[in-house]
């Protein structure tokens, strides 16, 4: 499916290092992530998730006048927020395009890239956007509003072993099957157009606490919409490929899905459980793992920010 072409705005300088005017992301793990970039002040680094620009405006604050931050969002709503800094970059790309883009900007090597892969606070909290099941609105889901594929799309057109599958898999709901076959006998029915359609086959077949149930089918959709989980390997590939020996990769996951993929990236250099190996059956490490185990939102973060409570962040280090 062809979108439409990705833009670079370069951002114009009056104000350094300014707060964006709207804010629609609080930034989880902010000074973490920040600290676990190892700044070098004259670097160039990458805001992979943009979002809110809270990531950005923080980590320009230790940069110096030769530093370099590129950044990067799918969402043209976030050209609103773009920083007003010389050595700012935003490019209007989802992050698997990353490499070609740096390269056009010749910003390779980076010595550092940071993402943020929740959903932006100001998504969840628009109606229209179609990404919360506290609102009604359309069945959108899109991060890419150019985009073709929505979730009404997906659920009108997908049979019932391929909704099985994705909400089995991206939404680990456990009685997948039974959801799935519902939703093709709604659309019998009607069309569903409606996040208030969807509810309604969810709470009449629905197992366990409804919040939690709620978020599983919506995560499930989200990611089939925005091809989540490959766009996130293509990202993982091309850190590797843009940073420099010593470059950090920072990034922070919100459920384990994708906590899996960068785990197993950064430890064995794969998605899978196992390491890569050469010829020979030796391990080819592609980096040094820095975080052990993940960092989590303390209580305070967690309490004044109830979406850090899944947050884990992990660091490597390109060897």
Known sequence: MKEKKSEIRNQPADKVGSKPDREYHTSVLLHE?????YIQPEGVYVDATFGGGGHSAELLKHLDKEGKLFAFDQDEDVVE??????????????FREMKRFLRMHNAIPADGILADLGVSSWQFDTAERGFSYRFDGPLDMRMNRHAKL????VLNRYNAEELQKILGEYGEVRNAKTLANAMVQ????????????????CEQNRIGEKHKY?????QAIRIEVNDELEALKDF?????EVLKPGGRLVVITFHSLEDRLVKNFMKNG????????DFYGNVMKKF??????????GKKEQKENSRSRSAKLRVAEKI
Do not use: C, H, W
């Open 214 to 218: 709620f978020a599983q089918v919506f």
């Open 150 to 153: 929505n979730a009404a799309d």
């Open 270 to 277: 794969s998605f899978e459980d196992e390491p890569e190996k």
């Open 288 to 297: 040094k793992v820095i975080t052990k185990k993940p960092i989590e939102a």
């Open 236 to 240: 993982l590939v091309q850190s590797y």
């Open 81 to 94: 927020n773009a920083l007003n800094d010389k050595r700012f970059t935003l490019i209007q790309a989802n």
């Open 186 to 201: 709604e659309r019998m029915e009607r069309r569903m157009e409606t996040i208030a359609d969807l509810l309604n086959v």
């Open 33 to 37: 992530s920040i600290d676990g970039l």
